[in-house]
Nanobody
Framework: HVQLVESGGGSVQAGGSLRLSCAAS????????MAWFRQAPGKEREGVAN???????RYAHSVKGRFTISLDTAKNTLYLQMNSLKPEDTAMYYC?????????????????WGQGTQVTVS
């Protein structure tokens, strides 16, 4: 069955960087709609960045210019490079995917989800 597995989370100081990875099994990212979401305690899950099957990426206003979403098709791995991290970026980060179609910041759009990786910025 399809599995998405995130890694790369951790604890960093404000201004630092992290790169999250999302590896897929039994699923090919190429041509899919993919996204990174995050959820902080007591808050709703919010879209951070997404990329569609035509490699068009979009970002939430709060992370634009600091985060970069990318796909390595050879490794079948989705990345989120996070620079200039702020305490308000602290959250559990999830990758999500859907076969084909446009990308979206609506979590209901995505069929497959990873288990999440924690990012803590102090």
């Amino acid at each position: 069955h399809v599995q998405l597995v995130e890694s790369g989370g951790g604890s960093v100081q404000a201004g630092g960087s992290l790169r999250l990875s999302c590896a897929a099994s039994e699923y090919t990212f190429s041509g899919s709609s993919m996204a990174w979401f995050r959820q902080a305690p007591g808050k709703e899950r919010e879209g951070v960045a997404n990329i569609d099957g035509h490699d068009v990426s979009r970002y939430a206003h709060s992370v634009k210019g600091r985060f970069t979403i990318s796909l390595d098709t050879a490794k079948n791995t989705l990345y989120l490079q996070m620079n200039s991290l702020k305490p308000e970026d602290t959250a559990m980060y999830y990758c999500a995917a859907r076969a084909g179609g446009d990308s979206s910041f609506n979590p209901l759009w995505y069929a497959y989800w990873g288990q999440g990786t924690q990012v803590t910025v102090s």
